[in-house]
T-cell receptor
């Protein structure tokens, strides 16, 4: 079983739609959770952190359910520029030295927003 | 600031050849990482470094070696390339007070034939 599982998609949605991505993780000891965004053939970039209380950043809302080991990302009013692959990321089992951390990445969910 | 840079951007190797990938960062970050990304799989950590002169193994270290002689540079070496090492390689760095937000370079696409 993968440590972080995501629906690979692709999700094809019209502009203005609301879309939700889900992610489950297997390591109950994971402490921190994130969504990264990766554009086609580019490097991943941090989109937002995920907190138990939920957090919102403009059109993006992230939720964490520790009991179910489940993370979600909601995008409202989708824009063409939201087309990308969204990576669910949790802190992994490996390094924990100072504040260096091993991040465990899901394989990503591909989103295409259509005009 | 250039952030994190990687050279080369693309490379094709024959089985058994060797090469070194260079990662450089100008953000004065303590921590640096090498990942590989394969289709259908998440990024996987190969090796990492928590400071100049120190390196350690990640999740998939076999077939790779690393060195960090200078704080700003992190080198990834393939001594004898194999087709299984065909992948996209990303370098990342993070500052001493936050290992969670990692800044990635643009990647190196390596094909081993």
């Amino acid at each position: 079983r993968k440590e972080v599982e995501q629906d690979p998609g692709p999700f094809n949605v019209p502009e203005g739609a609301t879309v939700a991505f889900n992610c489950t993780y297997s390591n109950s000891a994971s402490q921190s959770f994130f969504w990264y965004r990766q554009d086609c053939r580019k490097e991943p970039k941090l989109l937002m952190s995920v907190y138990s209380s939920g957090n919102e950043d403009g059109r993006f809302t992230a939720q964490l359910n520790r009991a179910s080991q489940y993370i979600s990302l909601l995008i409202r009013d989708s824009k063409l520029s939201d087309s990308a692959t969204y990576l669910c990321v949790v802190t992994g089992r490996g390094i924990s030295s100072g504040s260096a951390r091993q991040l465990t990445f899901g394989s990503g969910t591909q989103l295409t927003v259509l005009p | 600031n250039a952030g994190v840079t990687q050279t080369p951007k693309f490379r094709v190797l024959k089985t058994g050849q060797s090469m070194t990938l260079l990662c450089a960062q100008d953000m004065n970050h303590e921590y640096m990482y090498w990942y590989r990304q394969d289709p259908g799989m998440g990024l996987r950590l190969i090796h990492y470094s928590v400071g100049e002169g120190t390196t350690a193994k990640g999740e998939v270290p076999d077939g790779y070696n690393v060195s960090r002689l200078k704080k700003q540079n992190f080198l990834l070496g393939l001594e004898s390339a194999a087709p299984s090492q065909t992948s996209v390689y990303f370098c990342a760095s993070s500052p001493w007070d936050s290992g969670y937000e990692q800044y990635f370079g643009p990647g190196t696409r390596l094909t081993v034939t």
